[in-house]
Each structure stands twice: as C-alpha cells, then as structure tokens.
C-alpha cells in the first residue's frame, strides 16, 4: 500500500508581483553560486485580509503535517551514534512575513525540471502563465515587479534538518497575469531613472513598461478583465 498522501493545492489572491522575480525565465545563479538546475521564483505581496483565507490554509498544512511528524518521531526515534546528540524537532519560519502595513508577502517557487525515478530521465518543466481568460501564453513577457497576478501554489511541508526547521513550501504550478508591468532589464536599461525631455537618440528603444489597469477582483477565480493573449488554448 502506497503511503503518497497528495498536497493540498491553492490559489492565492490577487496580488503585487516583488523586484527580482524569475517568471518568464528561471534563475541559474552565477558565478559560485550557478546552478544546473533553475528556479523560478516570486515575492508576491497581498493585502492583509485578502491574504487572511491563504495564510490559514498555511498553517493549518504545517501544524497539521508537524503533528504527524512529530508523532513518527517519538514513535520511532532515529538511532543516534554514540557521542554524538540527537536532532531535536524544531519548527523553521513560514513562508509569508507581515510587512505591518497592512500587507503580507509570500516567497514562492519551483525547478525548471525533474529527474523522472522511473527512466531516470530529465523532464523540462517550464512555468505555465496564462491570461486573466485563463488561456496559456505562449511568449511569456518579461513579467516584473508591479506587475499584478494570482498563483496556483502546491503546500509542501517538510521536516527538520540539521540547517532548516519543519515548515512548508510554496511550489509554483502555474501563474495568471492580470496586469503587466514589463522590463527590459539590460545592463543599459536605466529603469526608473529616465527624463521625459531630453536628448533621444535615432536608434535608441523606449523603456518597455506596459502597466494594464484593472478592475477589482475577489481574489479567487479567472479575472473577468485584464491581461490578455489570442486565443491559443490552455487552462489556468
């Protein structure tokens, strides 16, 4: 009998997309700090309230799956060897902060592939973006921060380790863009830092910056209005 207990799988509400996230391409590091393997990653801020139903669900995962580890532990201690101390449980933090401003951020991420137990090949796994329609993006735009959005996210609880408490991770399965904010990010890409009046080169680009206001939303389900693609089939 298999013991695969399957995650629960939320969608957050709507929220503010973080400086510095990997959407439309994963991150690889550099230098010492490259990695075969890339990560997508987002910081997504959300009001305090609309957040409240999401940060619940959080904790209710973790205390559930502490509880049951807990009780594995003392059910079944791990063989210490002699002279050494064995590895007290302990909780690590959970992946949201209170800002005190009436705001929550959440750090989210997934790998861009797997290696599949069963060939022992690698899987790709690209990050599913769709529009506020629900329907895949075909060329995801270089989403930045500002830019707005919902997640699909995959609790993932985990135990403690010599380096990292118990807690639970936020696994991106898919994102829905409900408004963009685009940006180049070149190293000759001055960013916030242009002048409306003044000397323009022939050949030189406008900032691409393409913020999409939106009504409203309730926080859970497809948006009514707001980023779009063509039709191309796909599913949030």
């Known amino acids: 009998m298999s013991n695969f207990q399957k ?7 709507r929220g ?34 609309a957040a409240q139903p999401f940060i619940d669900a959080i904790v209710k995962h973790h205390e559930e799956s502490y509880a049951k580890r807990l009780a594995e532990h003392k059910k079944n201690p791990p063989q210490v060897q002699r002279g050494k101390k064995p590895l007290v449980p302990y909780e690590g933090d959970l992946p949201f902060v209170d800002n005190g401003d009436g705001t929550v951020t959440f750090r989210m991420s997934s790998y861009d ?68 904010v685009e940006f180049g990010g070149g190293e000759e890409d001055w960013g916030d830092e242009v002048e409306e009046d003044g000397y323009v080169a022939d050949n030189s680009q406008p900032r691409r910056q393409a913020p999409q206001d939106e009504p409203e939303d309730d926080g859970f389900g497809p948006a009514d209005d707001g980023y779009e693609v063509s039709d191309n089939g796909g599913d949030f």
Not at 17 to 38: L, N, S
Request: charged letters at 30%.
């Open 113 to 180: 592939r797997y290696d599949d137990k069963k060939t022992g090949k690698t899987i790709m796994k690209p990050l599913k973006v769709a529009d506020s329609k629900g329907k895949t993006i075909v060329d995801v735009p270089n989403i930045s921060g500002g830019s707005e959005i919902k997640a699909k996210v995959t609790l993932m609880d985990y135990g403690w380790t010599p380096t990292t408490g118990a807690s639970v991770k936020l696994q991106i399965d898919s994102v829905m863009l409900l408004k963009l």
């Open 16 to 49: 503010t997309v973080e400086p510095y996230a990997y959407i439309a391409k994963a991150d690889f590091g550099r230098d010492h700090f490259a990695t075969e393997r890339g990560k997508y990653k987002i910081s997504l801020t959300i009001e305090a309230n």
């Open 7 to 13: 995650r629960p799988q939320v969608i957050t509400p």
